[in-house]
């Protein structure tokens, strides 16, 4: 099966501008997660969707960051404007829910200088 | 809530040596537990997970990590490591009534060695 595939792979954009990341889960898995790794640390876990409704944005940075999953399928987090800490690895996970175990996409480098 | 913490920031070995990478948590409920692999500019692969049963959790790889309840810990453990094991590990754990929202630990960096 087809992994969860994210893009850009890399983004290198200047502090206070704007930038959107892509995730498409794999087929048929209705959870997804946006996870942010900054650098040396573990993956912190910004927002789960069920289907195209929110079950927890409570580390969200609401005041920069949004997501959206419109369709229950495909999803975007968008930084605006962003900061220098913002500087990370996001990771787009899915699973089919319950215990069932989370995949992976390889991420997105963003580096904000 | 809970947390995770990982002993060791770093673990240096030589290859066919025996390793064990420390994990503990804190919750005052019951939790699940998991690792994590990462390997250079990858997503994570689960390696194994406990959720209930024998306390001894066999994984890809040939990796095990046993379940210590009193000692609230999840060390995880291999034999025998290979240079190609080089790789951040992870672990997580999450609520046992919170589906998949894991917390996760600062990460091991496993460096083998010729």
């Known amino acids: 099966e087809a992994g969860v595939a994210q893009s850009p792979r890399y983004k290198i954009i200047e502090k206070r501008q704007s930038v959107a990341f892509w995730c498409n889960p794999i087929?048929?898995?209705?959870?997804l997660y946006w996870y942010q790794q900054i650098l040396g640390q573990g993956p912190k876990l910004l927002i789960q969707?069920?289907?195209?409704?929110?079950?927890?944005d409570s580390q969200l940075p609401k005041d920069r960051f949004s997501a959206e999953r419109l369709k229950g399928v495909d999803s975007t987090l968008k930084i605006q404007p962003a900061k220098l800490e913002d500087s990370a690895v996001y990771l787009c996970?899915?699973?089919?829910?319950?215990?069932?175990?989370?995949?992976f996409g390889n991420g997105t480098r963003l580096t904000v200088t | 809530a809970q947390s995770v913490t990982q002993l060791d920031s770093q673990v240096p070995v030589f290859e066919e040596a025996p390793v064990e990478l420390r994990c503990n948590y804190s919750?005052?409920?019951?939790?699940?537990l998991f690792w994590y692999v990462q390997y250079p500019n990858q997503g994570l692969q689960l390696l194994l997970k406990?959720?209930?049963?024998?306390?001894l959790v066999k994984g890809i790889n040939g990796f095990e990590a046993e379940f210590n309840k009193s000692q609230t810990s999840f060390h995880l453990r291999k034999p025998s490591v290979h240079i190609s094991d080089t790789a951040e590990y992870f672990c997580?754990?999450?609520?046992?009534?919170?589906?998949?929202?894991?917390?996760f630990g600062g990460g091991t960096r496993l460096m083998v060695k010729p």
């Open positions: 996970a899915s699973s089919l829910g319950g215990n069932s175990p989370l995949h």
């Open positions: 997580a754990v999450t609520l046992n009534n919170a589906g998949n929202m894991l917390t």
């Open positions: 087929s048929g898995h209705a959870t």
């Open positions: 919750s005052s409920v019951s939790v699940y």
């Open positions: 969707f069920q289907n195209n409704g929110v079950v927890d």
């Open positions: 406990y959720l209930s049963g024998s306390t």
